[in-house]
């Protein structure tokens, strides 16, 4: 067996669907926010009063609770940190992720743990080491940094370093942008960024007046980091915690990427990663949303085949809704639902979506109608179907078809 110390797998978490799933999928730990100064307020988000249901939910799959208080904080907004800490404390969470000294300055007073994001640019040994004297627990370092850099930070400071290594990138430096906020007065660096580096632009020449549009090179929008095909380098770096990004993603997002990364690991630790299957989930990871695959900077300055070709996803398949779990029936694992917007055939490939149940990804092979065996069922009727995975009534059904 490896005697290397297996990382943490930490996952996003936007609202319960997608911390249900992250949990359910084999996370580690997972990290998320709640009403005010995280650098997600386009998501759900949780409510603070929420926070000991979450931490109680988690404690009992032990799961690591990472609360994000990322933004920068304006002086009438300091009242905010002490609720939001005394909270967390109450609650139990395990760690704070933050980088504005006046969190970290709380953090202290209320001796809870914290990381430093990456929003703090930390790309050295003495950065890390600063933070380090200030009591930080963990760092999340720079996305700028090379798989080299990381190893020779990790070597000279006794410290958790916690990396990224799934899901978008920016084109700024360490994701602080001033773009959105120029353009339409919604700040990236308070969790508010619209991404409008993923468009397409149209210059104009001054003189002459014509005009290109950028269609083909999406110039500031850069390709999804992916480091699946080289995940065992990133384990024997040393890398204490792999960082998923994705808490404005979607559950079925959550769940094939947390189950991959979770594959991929134990099957290092199995000493049973192979090429072959470290492609196979390579192509798994294509299915869900993604601006096409880069491997960041981890080997160095990424180069014009790292950016998007297109807006929006790449992903090779999409989900549709058709209807809804009304009852499900544990001893004999069949699930009774409604079919409201689209037939369901035998075959069909499926996903079970619901706050409790998270995602449950399967195969119709049986469709029933009043004891009759049908080949498809349609829009309107009532069938069940054959289930080896609980869900609940009101879970929401989707088919998975190719794009």
Same mark, same amino acid.
């Given at each position: 067996?490896?005697?290397?110390?297996?990382?943490?797998?930490?996952?996003?978490?936007?609202?319960?669907?997608?911390?249900?799933?992250?949990?359910?999928?084999?996370?580690?730990?997972?990290?998320?926010?709640?009403?005010?100064?995280?650098?997600?307020?386009?998501? *759900?988000?949780?409510k603070t009063s929420?926070?000991?249901?979450?931490?109680?939910?988690?404690?009992?799959?032990?799961?690591?609770?990472?609360?994000?208080?990322?933004?920068?904080?304006?002086?009438?907004?300091?009242?905010?940190?002490?609720?939001?800490?005394?909270?967390?404390?109450?609650?139990?969470?395990?760690?704070?992720?933050?980088?504005?000294?006046?969190?970290?300055?709380?953090?202290?007073?209320?001796?809870?743990p914290f990381c430093?994001?990456?929003?703090?640019?930390?790309?050295?040994?003495?950065?890390?080491?600063?933070?380090?004297?200030?009591?930080?627990?963990?760092?999340?370092?720079?996305?700028?940094?090379?798989?080299?850099?990381?190893?020779?930070?990790?070597?000279?400071?006794?410290?958790?370093?916690?990396?990224?290594?799934?899901?978008?990138?920016?084109?700024?430096?360490?994701?602080?942008?001033?773009?959105? $906020?120029?353009?339409?007065?919604?700040?990236?660096?308070?969790?508010?960024?619209?991404?409008?580096?993923?468009?397409?632009?149209?210059?104009?020449?001054?003189?002459?007046?014509?005009?290109?549009?950028?269609?083909?090179?999406?110039?500031?929008?850069?390709?999804?980091?992916?480091?699946?095909?080289?995940?065992?380098?990133?384990?024997?770096?040393?890398? !204490?915690?792999?960082?998923?990004?994705?808490?404005?993603?979607?559950? =079925?997002?959550?769940?094939?990427?947390?189950?991959?990364? *979770?594959?991929?690991? !134990?099957?290092?630790?199995?000493?049973?990663?192979?090429?072959?299957?470290?492609?196979?989930?390579?192509?798994?990871?294509?299915?869900?949303?993604?601006?096409?695959?880069?491997?960041?900077?981890?080997?160095?300055?990424?180069?014009?085949?790292?950016?998007?070709?297109?807006?929006?996803?790449?992903?090779?398949?999409?989900?549709?809704?058709?209807?809804?779990?009304?009852?499900?029936?544990?001893?004999?694992?069949?699930? $009774?639902?409604?079919? =409201?917007?689209?037939?369901?055939?035998?075959?069909?490939?499926?996903?079970?979506?619901?706050?409790?149940?998270?995602v449950v990804e399967?195969?119709?092979?049986?469709?029933?109608?009043?004891?009759?065996?049908?080949?498809?069922?349609?829009?309107?009727? !009532?069938?069940?179907?054959?289930?080896?995975?609980?869900?609940?009534?009101? !879970?929401?059904?989707?088919?998975?078809?190719?794009?």
């Amino acid at each position: 067996m490896n005697k290397i110390k297996k990382p943490e797998l930490l996952a996003p978490a936007g609202d319960w669907r997608m911390l249900t799933t992250a949990v359910n999928n084999g996370a580690d730990a997972v990290y998320f926010g709640v009403e005010v100064l995280n650098m997600r307020a386009k998501a *759900r988000n949780f409510k603070t009063s929420e926070l000991p249901e979450i931490v109680s939910f988690c404690k009992d799959k032990n799961v690591d609770t990472h609360l994000t208080l990322n933004t920068i904080v304006y002086e009438n907004e300091i009242p905010e940190i002490d609720q939001v800490l005394s909270a967390a404390k109450s609650a139990g969470i395990n760690m704070i992720i933050c980088w504005d000294m006046s969190v970290i300055q709380k953090c202290k007073e209320y001796e809870m743990p914290f990381c430093i994001s990456t929003q703090a640019s930390i790309s050295n040994s003495l950065s890390a080491k600063f933070y380090k004297e200030l009591g930080a627990s963990r760092i999340v370092l720079a996305r700028e940094c090379t798989l080299e850099k990381i190893k020779e930070i990790k070597n000279k400071v006794d410290i958790e370093i916690e990396t990224f290594v799934h899901g978008a990138m920016c084109i700024a430096v360490s994701g602080r942008c001033f773009m959105s $906020h120029y353009m339409f007065g919604k700040s990236a660096n308070r969790g508010e960024c619209i991404q409008p580096c993923r468009r397409e632009y149209e210059i104009t020449d001054k003189d002459s007046g014509q005009k290109l549009i950028l269609g083909d090179d999406y110039v500031l929008s850069p390709k999804d980091l992916n480091t699946i095909v080289f995940i065992d380098k990133l384990i024997e770096s040393g890398i !204490d915690s792999f960082k998923i990004e994705g808490r404005k993603r979607s559950p =079925e997002y959550i769940a094939k990427v947390i189950s991959t990364y *979770r594959k991929a690991i !134990d099957l290092y630790y199995e000493d049973s990663l192979t090429e072959e299957k470290k492609q196979l989930m390579f192509g798994d990871l294509e299915r869900v949303y993604n601006r096409g695959f880069s491997t960041g900077f981890y080997f160095g300055v990424p180069g014009a085949e790292d950016y998007a070709t297109q807006y929006g996803s790449m992903a090779k398949t999409k989900k549709i809704y058709v209807g809804k779990v009304l009852n499900y029936f544990k001893k004999s694992g069949v699930a $009774h639902l409604k079919l =409201e917007a689209e037939n369901l055939e035998i075959g069909d490939e499926i996903y079970i979506i619901g706050n409790k149940t998270g995602v449950v990804e399967s195969t119709v092979d049986s469709l029933v109608k009043d004891d009759v065996n049908l080949q498809v069922g349609k829009k309107g009727e !009532d069938v069940t179907i054959k289930l080896n995975m609980t869900v609940r009534p009101k !879970d929401q059904l989707f088919k998975i078809v190719s794009v």
